[in-house]
């Protein structure tokens, strides 16, 4: 005789072999677990948390996981994220779940000794503009010799810290430092269409 139960319109549904579990429910258990990881006996997510389903709350959790590694090489959409929340969310509006992360994103960027790596295809956009810069108005003049001699040996861009751009408003920005070949640096952040070096 099969398994189930009676729904509360009278209709009656399967259970399988599933322990009375739907399919529903197993859905919201695996969703968000990587792969690799299911059948390991990972904690799934708790259907009962109101939460559990939150595509925000899962993109927080693994933001900051992803802060946590030192070695993490950090995207263009990431840091645009990172960068809405910390501008977005200050106020009365903002809950404390919302203001913990924030925290953690204006704390964990500096505390990495080295800065974060980002992509190639963020490096070569970051480079080629640095490069324009040097020779456009307005941000041709804030370039001196040892700037234009590390844009011109160019290694690497890390994101070091955020800068508050605005003395007014909050509006963080990233703050980067620039390395050449032989290991010189400066650091900098872009706002309002200038490029402001500030070591």
């Known amino acids: 005789m099969a398994k189930g139960f009676t729904d509360d319109k009278g209709k009656f549904r399967p259970t399988g072999n ?3 579990q739907s399919s529903r429910e197993k859905s919201i258990e695996t969703e968000g ?3 690799e990881e299911l059948g390991k006996g990972t904690v ?3 259907v009962d948390d109101p939460l559990a389903e939150s595509k925000t709350k899962r993109r927080k959790q693994a933001m ?3 802060l946590d590694d030192t070695e993490a090489i950090i995207t263009k959409p990431e840091i645009e994220w990172m960068r809405k929340w910390l501008n ?3 106020g009365s509006g903002t809950d404390v779940t919302d203001q913990e992360f924030i925290d953690v994103v204006r704390e964990k960027v500096p505390e990495n000794p080295e800065g974060f790596r980002i992509t190639p295809e ?3 956009q970051g480079i080629e503009f640095l490069r324009k810069a040097t020779r456009r108005s307005p941000n041709k003049d804030r370039f001196g010799e040892r700037e234009r001699d590390i844009i011109e040996n ?3 861009f890390r994101i070091i810290d955020w800068f508050d751009a605005n003395p007014n408003v909050t509006f963080f920005v990233p703050l ?3 390395e050449s070949d032989d290991g010189d640096t400066f650091e900098y952040y872009f706002s309002g269409g200038e490029v402001n070096i500030t070591g």
């Open 33 to 35: 677990v990587p792969l």
């Open 88 to 90: 977005n969310s200050f």
């Open 122 to 124: 963020q490096t070569t």
């Open 64 to 66: 900051i996981l992803k």
């Open 176 to 178: 980067w430092r620039v």
């Open 154 to 156: 160019f290694k690497e």
């Open 44 to 46: 799934a997510l708790n």
């Open 18 to 20: 599933n322990g009375g």
